[in-house]
């Protein structure tokens, strides 16, 4: 073997190990219930239960299994605010979540900025 290819592979070699803790993944990260993403499944076969608008900034959406989302918008959602409905655009598969938008009055696209799981207590759902 040539001496130039000795040294080629050798550097090789040492560049993969001394990468390795780089690619090692960190298994009470990938568990923590606070990091998976938010999603409400099948939003446009009735997965949505309710809504309330908070302003012209966000709004807080029931799931129907009984969970809140709290979900805040890129831009002021003009109109939100004194809407008596709007329309709820989800992905190709029917989930609803932060990359999903809503539409309010006249064709008002709102995108969703942030799309988080609320913990609700029961006495805070009676508002």
């Known amino acids: 073997m040539k001496p ?13 190990v001394f990468s390795l803790p780089l ?28 809504w ?8 807080e959406i029931e799931s129907r299994s009984g969970d809140w989302y709290h979900v805040e918008f890129w831009n002021h959602c003009y109109g939100l605010r004194s809407a008596n409905s709007i329309a709820f ?7 609803l979540d932060r990359y999903s938008s809503i539409y309010v009055g006249r064709g008002e696209s709102c995108q969703f900025r942030t799309f988080e799981r609320m913990d609700v207590t029961e006495d805070q759902t009676q508002n």
Request: aromatic content about 4%; hydrophobic content about 45%; glycine content about 8%.
């Open 4 to 16: 130039r290819l000795k040294i080629s592979i050798a550097a090789l070699l040492s560049a993969l």
């Open 89 to 95: 655009v989800t992905e190709p598969n029917g989930d």
């Open 23 to 50: 690619f090692a993944s960190n298994n009470s990260a990938e568990t923590d219930t606070s990091q998976q993403r938010a999603v409400i499944h099948f939003a446009d076969l009735g997965g949505i239960k309710n």
């Open 52 to 59: 309330r608008a908070l302003g012209n900034d966000a709004i």
